[in-house]
């Protein structure tokens, strides 16, 4: 448990590579629409979702598998970033929604995925990470709806995610940037292999990488400003491409493409991003070739409750629910906008049925199942709630907002004492260690010497300042 603890942090301080190594030497960008009081870190906002992550980590399983590393070994972190961009660290490979958006089939996705993997598998990223050691790094966790709000007050439909990323097009040291192309050239070659050989092995088609790479190419022949941090990474000399594609073409899955069921759910995916970062107009954009797209639909829906206007937008996910009634996200959408609405009976029932139909069990439908059992306020709602949460809890650690609905879950009931460690773990997650052990401090106060929840709060008491 300690070890857990203040590895959790000082993991991420390193957690950097590839693209984002290109940013912190040109802008220090990427990372960082907020930043935390006092100190000079950059953030790298983490996006969480159980649609989304469940999709991303159906694409990259057979790929981890393929290249000899475990599963369990590696996770998927999505990063709110509206640039097009993926990065490994040792055990992680982070994702950009920008990325997520512009690919057009799973299979582009993939491909990045199987390139990424490539990387971590040959082992790439320790030598970056030398070089990163010094940067300060911090991770925010954020949800997507957190950032609704962030959207919404955004004028112009400009974000402070896509200011952000247009920080990074300012660029830096010419010089600089070139050495560190000579520098990953190599790696970037072996990447490719790699990625042609698991996309094989998988029996998937590389055409999604190739279409990907060949758009990097394209655009940094026609645009000299407008520079895409994936691309920075990934330089694309014209063999590069030529190689991948002879590869990609020799490979008898080239043609295959993606089942209809998978882009089904990329293209939920899509709508679903494009609401959280753009509204109404990014869905529009996104989808303008297909415009009944369900993505598209999915995507309306999710703006217009973004928009304030709940009641229109419960009709429409009712549709959408009539369409695909064992869609657990679809119920979790549903239970959200109730929320809103101040129905925490009818949400708690909306997100039991996520939950019932997640086949994945998320822990963030769970801890959503728990906190409008909560909010709906009855005494036996009340030890429900509790109940779920933990189990969201249990399966996911280091996330915040889970510990928050516990602490206020505590509260309602009276219980002070447990409400506090639950602030303190809330805090402790959120990378504001001095406030968390305010929290644990007050909380040991009221228990026994020796027991699990006094050693709790004694963890976090003594665990090391950043
Ligand atoms: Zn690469």
Known sequence: ???????????????????????????????????????????????????????????????????????????????????????????????????????????????????????????????????????????????????????????????????????????????AMRNLLNYQRTEEMAADRSAITYLANTGQSAKGMLTTFERFSNALALSGSNIDPYRISHPMPRERIANLETLARSSPYFDKPDSPALQQRHDLMRGKIAAYTGGGASVLRTFRKDPRNIGARYGDAIATYLNGSSQSALSKIDVLIKEQPKNPYFQEIRGEILLKQNKASDAAKAFQKANALDSRKSSLIRMSYGRALMLSGTPANLQASIKEIKAGIASDREYPTGYGYLAQAYAQMGDMVRSDLASAEQKYYSGKIQDAQIFAIRAQRSLKSGTPEWIQAQDIISAKRK
């Open 1 to 175: 448990m300690m070890s857990v603890r203040t590895f959790s942090l000082p993991r991420f301080l390193v957690a950097l590579s590839r693209g984002a190594l290109v940013t912190m030497t040109t802008a220090a960008l990427c990372i960082a629409p907020v930043s935390v009081a006092g100190a000079q870190s950059s953030l790298v906002p983490i996006v969480r979702d159980a649609e989304i992550e469940a999709l991303v980590t159906d694409y990259a399983a057979p790929i981890i598998k393929t290249a000899g590393l475990s599963r369990n070994a590696i996770r998927i972190v999505l990063v709110n970033n509206s640039s097009f961009n993926a990065f490994v660290d040792g055990r992680r490979i982070f994702v950009n929604t920008g990325a997520l958006l512009q690919a057009e089939t799973p299979n582009e996705i993939i491909g990045v995925l199987a390139h990424e993997t490539g990387h971590l598998a040959g082992g790439h990223e320790f030598k970056l990470r030398e070089q990163l050691a010094a940067a300060k790094t911090l991770a925010v966790v954020t949800s997507l709806l957190g950032l609704g709000a962030v959207v919404g007050g955004a004028a112009g439909g400009a974000s402070g995610l896509s200011k952000a990323g247009m920080g990074i097009t300012m660029g830096g040291p010419e010089a």
